[in-house]
């Protein structure tokens, strides 16, 4: 069992940053590939970045390649989002989910545990 508590989000204006945090609790962290999601007012959820277990490899969204970067540190049990260049179109709740597996993983279906969610707002 893994439980998941995003920190971070919060009111920045477009071309800005923000960094989001997500605390595990539960022994299997280390061993599970981990993603951001994000689901803006009206829209499905989507797919942000993924990250293996140990950190070597990272996927992104096309829609934030370049501008976003993914990271963990295993031995605080911690997965982090940095977020530059935001744009109003990142408006969204920012969701942490784990997976069972040690590969980065792009599907939704993959991910058993969510956190509760972080808002981000960008204004224009």
């Known amino acids: 069992q893994v439980q998941l508590v995003e920190s971070g989000g919060g009111l920045v204006q477009a071309g800005g940053s923000l960094g989001l945090s997500c605390a595990a609790s539960?022994?299997?962290?280390?061993?599970?590939?981990m993603g951001w999601f994000r689901q803006a007012a009206g829209k499905e959820r989507e797919f942000v970045a993924t990250?293996?277990?140990?950190?070597?490899?990272?996927l992104y969204a096309d829609s934030v390649k370049g501008r976003f970067t993914i990271s963990r540190d295993n031995a605080k049990n911690t997965l982090y989002l940095q977020m530059d260049s935001l744009k109003p179109e990142d408006t969204a709740i920012y969701y942490c989910a784990a997976t069972s597996t040690l590969g980065a993983t792009t599907a939704n279906r993959m991910y058993y545990y969510w956190g509760q969610g972080t808002q981000v707002t960008v204004s224009s």
């Open positions: 539960g022994r299997t962290f280390s061993s599970s590939a």
């Open positions: 990250i293996n277990w140990s950190g070597t490899t990272t």
